[in-house]
Nanobody, 126 residues
């Protein structure tokens, strides 16, 4: 499985941006997919996760109410729609996936995901 994220760019505070993740290969095997990010000088952190077999979405507190993760099975893609962006959202965003049926305690752990895209940079100006 290969993942490719796109849609990053420069946006002003309060603006919106949508990231896309295109998956290729044995995409039908992916059960849990999501987005992580890494800001300069900080550790990589989870942002949003979609558990396919349970059809549930999960968001970290920092983005709840502002970000939405969605999936298009026909296009083998998933998305992260981001609203009300602020400078703290500036980071490289990575789309991730796993064939594992993750339990809740694992969905925000980077090592739970074997598939990672190369990342796309989101910069929010103040």
């Amino acid at each position: 499985v290969q993942l490719q994220a796109s849609g990053g760019g420069l946006v002003q505070t309060g603006g919106s941006l949508e990231l896309s993740c295109a998956a290729s290969g044995r995409t039908s095997s992916i059960d849990v997919m999501g987005w992580f990010r890494q800001a300069p000088g900080k550790e990589r952190e989870a942002v949003a996760v979609y558990r396919g077999s349970r059809r549930t979405t999960h968001y970290v507190d920092a983005v709840k109410g502002r970000f939405t993760i969605s999936r298009d099975s026909d296009k083998n893609a998933w998305y992260l729609h981001m609203n009300s962006l602020n400078p703290e959202d500036t980071a490289v965003y990575y789309c991730v996936g796993t064939v594992s049926n993750l339990i809740l305690s694992s969905i925000y752990v980077p090592s739970s995901y074997e598939y990672w895209g190369p990342g796309t940079l989101v910069t929010v100006s103040s």
